[in-house]
């Protein structure tokens, strides 16, 4: 690149926003093409596995409802996978090699951890199918709650086009977890459904608390010190947690205990991713 590491630097301090490949060191664009292609790729999977749901949801309206989160999230990797263009990834090519496994969904009974495992870099809460209604509305309640607290950091990065990306995405977020805390109310209150929800919501919210990464994450200082993300995952994932808690009081759910197992997480677990 066409900077140095200390100008870069220096410029990332003084709160200027970097623009453009030539104003960015290797290092820079690395950890930065790393953070934008897992977003991409979950926005991609995470559209992929709603699409049944379009026909197979409740109402008309609810089908609508699915149709337009579905668009959203194709939106979100079209505009994703167009910033990484302009950092110079080959962006057809990637998709050429992965659009088939994008698809791809463990065993619904599996419990994968913290793994990857395929080549996306989707985070991998992503590999697990979406199998029911209630599966659909923890998952906009648990899931898309989290990438939003971790889309707060994004709205203050470093690098520009991403920052201001985020904006418009952001807001259609906003409406999914919306969408999912009106069902979640509506569940979690009706004697017929309340086990369910129960059940459906432990299950994705452990599995949610397992994306944000190890606290104190030597990728994730790195990613601070450039600022492309400004809090610990710990702190990330304590707000995500701290938000559902108080939502879970309201609908009278109980938070599932979650313990971590910090030796084997990766040490950037993000999405979004």
């Known amino acids: 690149m066409g900077v140095s590491a200390a100008e870069c630097l220096a410029r990332i301090e003084r709160g200027e926003r970097i623009e453009s490949v030539e104003e960015m060191t290797d290092e820079y664009r690395d950890a930065l093409i790393h953070l934008m292609l897992m977003q991409a790729d979950s926005e991609l999977a995470g559209g992929y596995g709603y699409v049944p749901w379009i026909t197979r949801a409740p109402t008309v309206e609810e089908k609508h409802v699915v149709a337009q ?29 992965h659009d088939e496994i994008f698809t791809l969904r463990v065993d619904a009974s599996a419990d994968i951890g913290t793994a990857r495992i395929t080549s996306d870099q989707r985070v991998n809460i992503f590999y697990y199918p979406i199998e029911t209604w209630a599966d659909f509305i923890f998952f906009n309640f648990c899931m898309d709650r989290g990438a939003g607290h971790q889309l707060e950091d994004v709205r203050a990065s470093s690098y520009g086009p991403w920052a201001r990306a985020i904006e418009g995405i952001f807001k259609e977020e906003k409406f999914h977890i919306r969408h999912g805390e009106v069902w979640v109310k509506r569940l979690a209150q009706d004697p017929a459904t309340r086990d369910e929800a129960q059940r459906t919501f432990e299950k994705w919210y452990v599995r949610t608390m397992n994306i944000f990464g190890r606290p104190g994450s030597p990728k994730n200082a790195l990613y601070r010190r450039l600022r492309l993300k400004r809090r610990d995952n710990g702190k990330v994932r304590q707000a995500f947690a701290d938000e559902v808690a108080g939502l879970c009081r309201a609908h009278g759910l109980a938070v599932p205990a979650w313990t971590p197992v910090w030796d084997q997480l990766p040490e950037d677990a993000h999405i979004p991713g």
């Open 69 to 97: 989160i579905v668009k959203d999230e194709l939106r979100h990797a079209a505009v994703m996978y167009g910033l990484l263009a302009d950092l110079g990834v080959d962006v057809a090519s990637h998709i050429r090699t």
